[in-house]
Antibody, heavy 119, light 108 residues
Framework: QVQLVESGGGVVQPGRSLRLSCAAS????????LHWVRQAPGEGLEWVAV????????YYPDSLKGRFTISRDNSKNTLYLQMNTLRDEDTAVYYC????????????WGQGTLVTVSS | SYVLTQSPSVSVAPGQTARITCGGY??????VHWYRQKPGQAPVVVVY???ARPSGIPERFSGSNSGSTATLIISRVEVGDEADYYC???????????FGTGTKVTVL
């Protein structure tokens, strides 16, 4: 079955960088668009980034553009999120999610990895 | 940027019908997806493309979308339906995805 497993979260000081990974299995990774979505403690869902199946198209909300970079390695079935110049407000659970074929819905999600930005 | 507005909370008795709304400018022209999130768990899509149901989601979950409001309807509500529900769309003008503010459904 479809499985997405995030890793790389932890405690990081403000201004530092962190890279998250999402290992996928159970489906043909290279044919799916993938996303990162985050959720601050006690808050709602916030879309973070999307990458097309071949990695050529990437989009971010204006609030994160320039600090966050999404990428993928289709040979390793792995999705990444590089986060630079981290701020307190980046503290959140980060989920990777798969976009459903022929739709823009997110049909499979990982369990999430917690990133805490704190001095 | 595109904004989706949801009521913060909805309360419903078991066996009754819950209606969760998602408001956005001309949302009727977009495909709306709905997610259920229980505490400590990842979201799960319960309705996609306005009214389609993924396999494994009961027929009690249905959706509609017209004008400036999309609606998720949960019929014959069960205690297990208690969760946060989020709507989501794709803003084609920016290629951004947008989530609604979320609605907490409480089963009395």
């Amino acid at each position: 079955q479809v499985q997405l497993v995030e890793s790389g979260g932890g405690v990081v000081q403000p201004g530092r960088s962190l890279r998250l990974s999402c290992a996928a299995s159970g489906f043909t990774f290279s044919t799916y668009t993938l996303h990162w979505v985050r959720q601050a403690p006690g808050e709602g869902l916030e879309w973070v980034a999307v990458i097309s199946s071949d990695g050529t198209n990437k989009y971010y909300p204006d609030s994160l553009k320039g600090r966050f970079t999404i990428s993928r390695d289709n040979s390793k079935n792995t999705l990444y999120l590089q986060m630079n110049t981290l701020r307190d407000e980046d503290t959140a659970v980060y989920y990777c999610a798969r976009q459903r074929e022929r739709s823009t819905a997110l049909d499979s999600w990982g369990q999430g990895t917690l990133v805490t930005v704190s001095s | 940027s595109y904004v989706l507005t949801q009521s913060p909370s909805v309360s419903v008795a078991p066996g009754q019908t819950a209606r969760i709304t998602c408001g956005g400018y001309n949302i009727g022209t977009k495909s709306v997806h709905w997610y259920r999130q229980k505490p400590g768990q990842a979201p799960v899509v319960v309705v996609y493309d306005d009214s389609a149901r993924p396999s494994g989601i009961p027929e009690r979950f249905s959706g509609s979308n017209s004008g400036s409001t999309a609606t998720l309807i949960i019929s014959r509500v069960e205690v297990g339906d208690e969760a946060d529900y989020y709507c989501q769309v794709w803003d084609s003008s920016t290629d951004h995805r947008v989530f609604g503010t979320g609605t907490k459904v409480t089963v009395l």
